[in-house]
């Protein structure tokens, strides 16, 4: 851990009870911090991980909701003060421009870009006066390169990398930094098959599909390098250079 964030300081993961979320929960144990693992439905996942981390508890909330930002802070009460947000849930349904819904639109909204707004506004406040901050916020690499699947989704991502850029600007002056991870595909997602996964997971030009591990590297690396601060580290294997018109695991089917 850097001087920036003290001896003893709590990491916040949302949506930490499965997957990246999960990982990224378990690695910043290894490294030291304090986790407060953050889940909204998976209760038996997200307890039986904080049992498993030396110094972490589980925390229930709605992010979509007004006062879930506010009972994650809440859960803090007794941790060491929180240094490290790290904006990982995030709700991902299939539609498209012919049949988005208003519910889908909102839903999606509150989930990725409004939630994460609002805990991040409180994790700030959170942070004592004087000491350092980080906020890291996972993105999606298709917002390198746009297609319309997943469309209220896209456009939640989008909200949600103006909520990161004005983040930074707005909390630089209070020593918090605010940055980003876009990875492409990296699990099997969504209405995907894991035989769809196999064929499009390295559909990039190196040829290398993008693993956990390396959303781990990155954090690990905003983390430790106190000067970078609203940048997004992009891990995609160059599929942006490919310009592709549809999601990847659509491209092996007719348009």
Same mark, same amino acid.
């Given at each position: 851990?850097?001087?920036?964030? &003290?001896?003893?300081?709590?990491? %916040?993961?949302? &949506? /930490?009870?499965?997957?990246?979320?999960?990982?990224?929960?378990?690695?910043?144990?290894?490294?030291?911090?304090?986790?407060?693992?953050?889940?909204?439905?998976?209760?038996?996942?997200?307890?039986?991980?904080?049992?498993?981390?030396?110094?972490?508890?589980?925390?229930?909330?709605?992010?979509?909701?007004?006062?879930?930002?506010?009972?994650?802070? /809440? $859960?803090?009460?007794? *941790?060491?003060?929180?240094?490290?947000?790290?904006?990982?849930?995030?709700?991902?349904?299939?539609?498209?421009?012919?049949?988005?819904?208003?519910?889908?639109?909102?839903?999606?909204? =509150?989930?990725?870009?409004? &939630?994460?707004?609002?805990?991040?506004? =409180?994790?700030?406040?959170?942070?004592?006066? &004087?000491? #350092? #901050?980080?906020?890291?916020? *996972?993105?999606?690499?298709?917002?390198?390169?746009?297609?319309?699947?997943?469309?209220?989704?896209?456009?939640?991502?989008?909200?949600? /990398? #103006?909520?990161?850029?004005?983040?930074?600007?707005?909390?630089?002056?209070?020593?918090?930094?605010?940055? /980003?991870?876009?990875?492409?595909?990296?699990?099997?997602?969504?209405?995907?098959?894991?035989?769809?996964?196999?064929?499009?997971?390295?559909?990039?030009?190196? #040829?290398?599909?993008?693993?956990?591990?390396?959303?781990?590297? $990155?954090?690990?690396?905003? %983390?430790?390098?106190?000067?970078?601060?609203?940048?997004?580290?992009?891990?995609d294997g160059g599929q942006r250079f490919l310009g592709l018109?549809?999601?990847?695991?659509?491209?092996?089917?007719?348009?």
């Open positions: 851990m850097t001087p920036e964030f &003290g001896n003893s300081r709590t990491a %916040i993961v949302t &949506g /930490a009870a499965k997957r990246i979320g999960a990982e990224i929960a378990s690695a910043l144990a290894a490294d030291g911090w304090d986790v407060l693992v953050h889940y909204r439905h998976s209760a038996a996942e997200a307890k039986a991980l904080a049992a498993r981390l030396p110094r972490a508890r589980a925390v229930a909330a709605d992010l979509a909701t007004a006062d879930g930002a506010d009972r994650v802070i /809440a $859960a803090l009460a007794g *941790m060491p003060p929180p240094a490290l947000l790290v904006n990982s849930a995030s709700s991902f349904v299939y539609d498209s421009l012919d049949d988005f819904s208003v519910e889908a639109w909102d839903m999606h909204m =509150a989930a990725n870009a409004r &939630g994460p707004a609002l805990l991040s506004r =409180a994790f700030a406040a959170a942070v004592p006066e &004087g000491q #350092g #901050g980080l906020i890291v916020n *996972m993105l999606d690499a298709k917002l390198s390169g746009l297609n319309p699947d997943f469309f209220t989704y896209t456009i939640s991502k989008i909200a949600f /990398a #103006g909520v990161h850029e004005l983040l930074a600007r707005s909390l630089a002056s209070s020593h918090i930094r605010v940055n /980003a991870i876009a990875p492409s595909v990296t699990l099997v997602s969504g209405p995907q098959s894991r035989e769809n996964f196999e064929k499009v997971h390295a559909l990039n030009p190196l #040829g290398r599909g993008v693993e956990v591990s390396e959303i781990v590297a $990155a954090l690990r690396f905003l %983390i430790a390098v106190p000067t970078i601060t609203g940048q997004t580290i992009t891990l018109a549809r999601d990847v695991q659509y491209l092996d089917q007719e348009p």
